[in-house]
């Protein structure tokens, strides 16, 4: 029989050395796991100083979620802990009720006021995680479970401190110091995959294999230090593939087939998109590997190719630019640039005041525009193919127009010959120097 202990000395000493006035939220659900990672953390202000406080996701899909918010604000209440309950709406958008209720917590974990998000996974978490992966076809990122840091966004970690220790561990320590805890009924719904790996499969597999957590263990420590491994050679050719501070294709194209799917991979990472299927990045890989320009659509995002370069478009910060919006805006030319976040640059060969104190119109780009350059008429769209900005992005340039219509201007690149003046103004937006420069650059 396995000896108990107290875990809290085992606990301290792999204390992280944190700077000071680091905050630390835990996530609190209210059972045996969360109860015991919140007293150890309590206990540990004692010697560390750190900014200590609790989450409670409250799904709503228990008759029993208003007991289980009550019992945590009373712990934390004990502890002197602080403590929020953020009540979510599960949406399934097709997932699982598991996955979509873990999608709600991640949202409320990744609302940015922390720094580290402690999570209360242990040692018997780990091996179903495992045996999950290989049951649903994970590839190694799957099978290697969950590691003990992880970053959540820009600004949060994830944290798992108790990874290192067993259920019978936990329940050894709340016995011990008096700790009360809840128990969610739908963990034994045998329904739920993981519920039936951790009441029915796996006590069955350790009768008949006793060291199965053991050895699982084992493969999980060593598939993290290759995947450790593989990472850091990952990190290394994107580094060589973005030199030039941009992703180039053509240096992309010189690795073999499996080190090109890594680098997609790693910049979609770089760019904290969704990960996307093993399938979606090969198809992507063949079909960049072989053409100059290619557009991968992701949820949430878009990358595009175009001269030897990948673009990333987040869809929900396009949507929000006032140049993606199908409908013209009219008024005086000076304000609704203005109210449109462009500014009025200096510019030798720019709009006069006058004509920005006229009104006009800013409108995407259309098929009949055009603007005279150097004693012709050239089409706008000409303009912007010449600029090499990318196709998806000409659609959806700003152009200054009179009433009738008359382009004028054509946001951030060109004034029309017949209202230039030599001290006049260039309408500049700079979220739209992005799509100016040739290269696309990573930093």
């Known amino acids: 029989m396995k000896q108990k202990m107290d875990i809290f000395p085992q606990f301290a000493s792999a204390f992280p050395d944190f700077p000071a006035g680091i905050r630390i939220e835990a996530a609190l659900s209210g059972g045996l796991d969360s109860v015991v990672l919140l007293h150890l953390l309590a206990q540990m202000r004692t010697q560390r100083v750190f900014e200590l406080s609790a ?55 990744s609302d940015g006021l922390c720094d580290v998000v ?42 798992r401190p108790l990874l290192s220790f067993s259920r ?20 034994g719904n045998p329904a739920f995959l993981r519920n039936w790996l951790r009441n029915e499969a796996l006590p069955a597999w350790r009768q008949r294999i006793p060291e199965l957590d053991k050895h699982i263990l084992a493969n999980v420590r060593s598939l993290q230090d290759d995947l450790a491994l593989l990472d850091e050679i990952a990190a290394e050719d994107f580094q060589a593939v973005c030199a030039d501070g941009f992703f180039a294709v053509d240096k992309w194209r010189r690795f073999s087939q499996a080190r090109r799917l ?10 904290n998109g969704k990960i996307p299927t093993h399938s979606a990045i090969r198809n992507f890989e063949q079909v960049l590997h072989e053409a100059d320009s290619g557009e991968w659509q992701l949820d949430g995002a878009r990358i595009f190719a175009y001269r030897n370069c990948l673009y990333w478009f987040d869809e929900d910060v396009n949507v929000q630019t006032a140049f993606w919006k199908k409908t013209a805006l009219t008024g005086r030319l000076k304000d609704i ?26 409108r995407c780009v259309g098929g009949g525009d055009m603007l005279r350059i150097n004693g012709r008429q ?15 992005v000409r659609k959806k340039w700003p152009i ?35 799509y100016l420069r040739e290269l696309n650059f990573v930093k």
């Open 168 to 187: 019978e561990d936990l329940q050894h320590y709340a016995a011990e110091h008096g700790l009360d805890y809840v128990d969610d009924e739908s963990n």
């Open 262 to 271: 890594r680098l997609l991979w790693q910049f979609v990472k770089h760019h």
């Open 55 to 109: 989450v409670h996701v409250h799904h709503g899909l228990s008759t029993n979620a208003d007991e289980w918010a009550a019992f945590c604000q009373n712990y934390c209440g004990r502890l002197g802990v602080p403590l929020r309950v953020c009540r979510v709406r599960v949406e399934k958008n097709g997932l699982g009720v598991e996955a979509a209720a873990r999608s709600a917590r991640y949202s409320v974990f």
């Open 118 to 159: 402690a999570l209360a996974h242990h040692q018997n978490d780990q091996t179903e995680t495992f045996m999950l992966a290989a049951l649903r076809g994970g590839g190694m990122r799957a099978l290697a479970a969950m590691p003990v840091w992880r970053s959540l966004n820009r600004q949060t970690k994830i944290w």
């Open 337 to 362: 640039l203005m109210q449109t976040g462009f500014v009025l640059k200096p510019h030798p060969q720019g709009l006069p005041e006058s004509v920005l104190n006229e009104d006009g119109i800013i």
């Open 378 to 392: 050239k089409p706008v769209k000409k303009l912007l193919q010449e600029s090499h900005i990318l196709p998806f």
């Open 400 to 434: 200054i127009t009179r009433m009738d219509n008359t382009c004028i201007a054509v946001g951030n690149l060109k004034v029309s010959q017949d209202f230039q003046t030599a001290n006049g103004f260039l309408p500049v937006c700079e979220e739209l120097n992005q």
